[in-house]
């Protein structure tokens, strides 16, 4: 079992068209053969100092700290991940403000030409939801419009090399750049009570596409599989709840 | 004194081309008649239950507190600004955790077309500095790179009208936008104390000249004024130390 | 109207034997003019550029914001309390991480023999709820362990006073005394989200019955009648959904 | 290398009379093979997009990045502790707010007979620093001292255990226990960052000389062997600075 979990560190799910989200570590370890829900009941059970008295009062004793919205005890899980993605994803990850972030820098180093974020996919407005969309547009009239995005941010790279090559500072000249589209990578430390707040938000349906595919990839592919109780009682009282 | 504290309630500041900054709020209210200096030295005071023994007094206890980095006194000085400025200013300013933000959301309206960061000076890579900038870009050679962001700003608007005329969202059709550039109206609420870790860091030699700019205004135009022995202090222990 | 808010700054509401909550501060301030629920309602309407469309339309906004969980609107009214209360209720208050806090130092000053809390009414443990209480002792029973309580606080004091007198430093003394009945000033300034969040936690039925009485307080008398659309959002969405 | 730090998970270090703190985990684990100053080299060097080029360039690297307070690398380096102290301690540490906190609970159970602090040695009231102490009462009568404040323990013990017996909620009746001497086990959960902060100000020469000694601990058994370059850079730069 622990083996499982040990293959999840460095495992890197493709996202979008060049995007990935990457598990970069956990506390706890599975090199430790402690499991994420196990660190959880540990802490909570210091309340009463009280030991583990097996799985089903374990499943239970979490079920119950997740119902009554007890949640510091999921605070001792601690993820990292390494994600890459466009900046209308990263705009909004960072108003999140209980993670620890370090992104790539456009101050420090000039962004290459091939990191743009491309879509194939146009959604329609939806009409009834004002900040979301809702169908898609025919895929002749896509691609099309996808050609005119390509070739707009050619021409805004090329701007950009020049204004370089000018001399201007990397800090003024992405102006030139499709800004939204750009992919940036960063790290993203958050422990499990927080994230699963952020899931909450960035699964929901109203969450833009994009953000959304990212937030489901780190559940199903990561955090489910490290705190699977916890998941199943997030999933029961707070995300359908 | 606290009349001329009330005409900085509303004043709007203008910053880059075409951004402000104006001061929305702040605790306790000039109306009041405290001033926040005093707020500080109150909830200080409570520390040892002593009464504010003058000015002198009050003075020495913000140094005090402010040389031995006591700095929860200055939690209790609050402070909402309503901003207006280019999304590579922002793109730095939501990294700090510690305010509270609410922004515009380019999924919920049309972004205007008449709502872009046009520089008219622009800075050269810093050698030394690789996160930084060093001197101008000549006039003329400057003059002609901002025509061209000026039409390339256009062309990726009308990309955007056309995209959105197609039906698509607003959050997606956002791409063709130089992102970068896009003016952001935010509400930031945030205490003195974090406050003055923003403004240490982003007044700062090394910080982007166009937050800069925001950073400064701020604290010359609004903060010093508020909380003068306060800032006083910060200059002298931490800004200068 | 907002002569009714100010008479709210400045009220004290006397807590338990000698303990109090006084509202020292609240942004927006009454004396501005403008309701928190206005301010609430302006910070939200800048994610889409609006103005307010009248009360009607802002209660509908408010209660949107609260049922989606847009928390960060509730961020910019932000209140101070000056609070009077034994340790054991400051024992629970301070573990809420998200609120400023100044407290009265036993390491400062010496502690007075006279500020302790001493309850007349004892309570019964709850034998279904392992952290509660259900029922009251009898009163004669109740009034005899009182009074040995009394004196043991008298005993408790009296051997502080001597150490003290010996010259023992405050910080060490203070090990005689009866340290969860000692009563702390503190200032507390928190913003209305964090503040429901505190709410709802320690207003519940399972909440020891002394900080209740301070939650229950801090709603009732202030947080309701300063912003009363958000509160009858929050009671219908939160508190009881 | 990483054997040894394997050994520094779950050593248990003894502090005061029955007190200790043991290190429960740490991201990133030794048994990863992981350093500490590696994984803040890495969050850092995603700035720019650079690979590790050598431990000389790393501890450059660290020392940049403490000198000029970037302090979000060191944020993705997260301890557990497992603390056992009396609540003197405990109260002023868990005032830092960027930590996760479980502690056991008075509510929950009966707080045992033989659990409280009890100093062999006085420290005397600091003339000079209202909050401190300075030198040591005598030996005898430093001990004569200790035997009251035990007799008084155990008074107070006895009262307490005398009003459970009548059936008084656990929660109420502790009001007779000498409350800043109970010890309480709890579990903490910090990243590096802030857990620096909690040092500078928890070992510095002002702090009560019982937290002091738990910090000193925390930094002189765990954090340094764990992050000794950046220990090395914090002492340079902070502590020293």
Same mark, same amino acid.
């Given at each position: 079992m622990s083996d499982?979990?040990?293959?999840?560190?460095?495992?890197?799910?493709?996202?979008?068209?060049?995007?990935?989200?990457?598990? =970069?570590?956990?506390?706890?370890?599975?090199?430790?053969?402690?499991?994420?829900?196990?660190?959880?009941?540990?802490?909570?059970?210091?309340? &009463?100092?009280?030991?583990?008295?097996?799985?089903?009062?374990d499943r239970k004793l979490i079920h119950y700290l997740m119902k009554h919205r007890h949640t510091t005890p999921f605070e001792h899980v601690v993820f990292t991940f390494r994600v890459h993605a466009p900046l209308v994803v990263w705009w909004q990850w960072v108003r999140h403000r209980s993670a620890s972030y370090n992104l790539m820098s456009g101050?420090?180093?000039?962004?290459?030409?091939?990191?743009?974020?491309?879509?194939?996919?146009?959604?329609? =407005?939806?009409?009834?939801?004002?900040?979301?969309?809702?169908?898609?547009?025919?895929?002749?009239?896509?691609?099309?419009?996808?050609?005119?995005?390509?070739?707009?941010?050619?021409?805004?790279?090329?701007?950009?090399? =020049?204004?370089?090559? =000018?001399?201007?500072?990397?800090?003024?000249?992405?102006? &030139?750049?499709?800004? &939204?589209?750009v992919y940036y990578t960063g790290y993203i430390t958050q422990n499990l009570h927080n994230m699963l707040h952020f899931l909450k938000l960035r699964m929901a349906d109203d969450a833009q596409h994009e953000i959304r595919l990212y937030a489901e990839a780190i559940y199903r592919e990561f955090v489910k599989y490290i705190a699977p109780i916890a998941c199943e009682a997030w999933e029961q009282y707070i995300l359908m709840g």
């Open positions: 499982d979990l040990s293959s999840l560190i460095g495992k890197r799910i493709p996202m979008l068209d060049r995007g990935y989200v990457e598990l =970069q570590d956990v506390m706890p370890h599975p090199a430790t053969g402690i499991r994420a829900d196990a660190a959880i009941v540990a802490s909570a059970r210091v309340s &009463f100092m009280g030991e583990s008295k097996g799985e089903e009062a101050r420090y180093i000039e962004l290459p030409e091939d990191e743009y974020y491309t879509p194939t996919v146009w959604r329609k =407005q939806s009409p009834s939801n004002k900040q979301g969309s809702l169908g898609e547009l025919e895929s002749e009239a896509g691609a099309a419009l996808t050609q005119e995005l390509i070739a707009h941010y050619e021409r805004g790279h090329a701007l950009y090399k =020049q204004a370089l090559a =000018q001399g201007v500072a990397r800090e003024q000249a992405r102006l &030139f750049l499709s800004g &939204f589209a």
